[in-house]
């Protein structure tokens, strides 16, 4: 039986994205997990692939732009607070923080997220800031 959780979103970020984008880890089910994603004022993360997993991302505050690209179409979102959108299977993506405040979202990963070689770095629409 799987027991009830709760956690409050840690103070410092548990590690850094394979984006480069700094990630707190949040909880997990069998089916997704949760984390919150920040990028600091002015910082572009590196474009990314995922192997294995789809994502949904609602972001909490800052302003900034999301590049997404599949075989079939490209987009580039504005972003803000209450702002979601989902990432499939496939997508090539990337962020960026546009405003004087920190970019900041929580995303849901199906499934889980399965470790660092999950993500692969790619070409990306914005020279990545961040290492």
Do not use: Y
């Amino acid at each position: 039986m799987m027991r009830f959780e709760a956690k409050s979103l840690p103070a410092m970020p548990d590690v850094t994205a394979p984006d480069g984008s700094q990630v707190r880890i949040l909880l997990a089910l069998r089916g997704g997990s949760m984390a919150h994603f920040e990028l600091s004022p002015g910082e572009t993360s590196k474009a990314v692939m995922h192997r294995t997993v789809e994502e949904i991302w609602f972001f909490l505050s800052g302003l900034g732009e999301m590049w997404l690209q599949n075989e079939e179409q490209e987009q580039v979102l504005s972003v803000s607070a209450g702002v979601c959108l989902t990432i499939p299977l496939g997508t090539r993506f990337q962020f960026r923080a546009c405003g004087s405040q920190a970019l900041s979202a929580i995303a849901v990963t199906m499934p889980p997220w399965p470790g660092g070689e999950e993500a692969r770095t790619v070409e990306g629409k914005w020279p990545p800031t961040v290492s």
